[in-house]
């Protein structure tokens, strides 16, 4: 059995909240259930001054593996990192990590502090999670510098990003190009590399003299509190 949500597409060009605009492109709702719907995820939550962490499987078979916890600033210091071997059955959610939230954030601010949550099974990353200690409005967001690549693929482009600092919720848009991106909106930490693949409308080549470096845009959370786009 699958299941259905409101809304998955526009009828006519309008401001919604579909996953797809009336001309059939993606939009963030898209991105964010893709994630959502993986089959392995870790769900991080603040419950009665407690941090817990949840393991969420639909595999049909249990897993073992090594949660690793990186809590760090926003410019990539870290703070404390930590490994837990940790066993999941299948087809369930477990809690696998509960600590006292107030020891773990003692004397740091909580606007400029994440928690990368990360799952390996046989050395492979398996599942990731970012967690936030105050909401995205209160969040002491910096001046992240992001640096990318673009580069020609089979069916469109190839993106390389990087960045000096956490950079949220980054968005994508080639003004020159019809497609869609295998990823947007996602969040980058420092120091993080994230490839990106344009793929073009109807897998249909694309010129390459009409998207290059010039022609993508690249907004943050941050910069939607001013109007002029840095990128």
């Not at 066993?87 to 990368?116: A, F, G, P, W």
């Not at 999670?129 to 020609?152: A, G, M, T």
């Not at 960045?163 to 991106?181: I, Q, Y």
Request: glycine share 4%; with cysteine; hydrophobic share 35%.
């Amino acid at each position: 059995m699958g299941s259905l949500y409101w809304q998955l597409n526009d009828c006519w060009p309008v401001v919604s909240w579909s996953e797809l605009d009336y001309y059939g492109r993606r939009k963030a709702l898209h991105y964010f259930a893709k994630k959502v719907f993986n089959p392995l995820l870790i769900s991080a939550t603040e419950d009665k001054g407690r941090l817990k962490i949840f393991l969420v499987s639909d595999e049909l078979h249990p897993l073992t593996g090594n949660l690793r916890l990186h809590l760090t600033d926003f410019d990539g210091n870290v703070i404390k990192d930590t490994l837990y071997q940790t066993h999941i059955s299948s087809n369930t959610s477990q809690c696998v990590y509960d600590y006292d939230l107030d020891k773990l954030t003692e004397k740091l601010d909580k606007r400029k502090i994440i928690m990368e949550c990360l799952f390996f099974t046989n050395d492979t990353l398996a599942a990731r999670s970012l967690h936030f200690f105050v909401s995205p409005k209160e969040l002491d967001l910096p001046d992240s510098k992001i640096n990318y690549i673009i580069s020609p693929s089979n069916d469109g482009f190839m993106v390389t990003l990087t960045t000096n600092k956490l950079a949220k919720n980054v968005f994508l848009d080639f003004d020159s190009a019809d497609g869609f991106f295998s990823d947007n909106y996602f969040d980058m930490v420092a120091g993080e590399k994230v490839v990106i693949y344009f793929h073009a409308k109807n897998h249909q080549p694309v010129n390459s003299a009409l998207v290059n470096k010039n022609s993508l845009k690249i907004i943050t959370l941050k910069d939607t509190y001013s109007s002029k786009n840095k990128y």
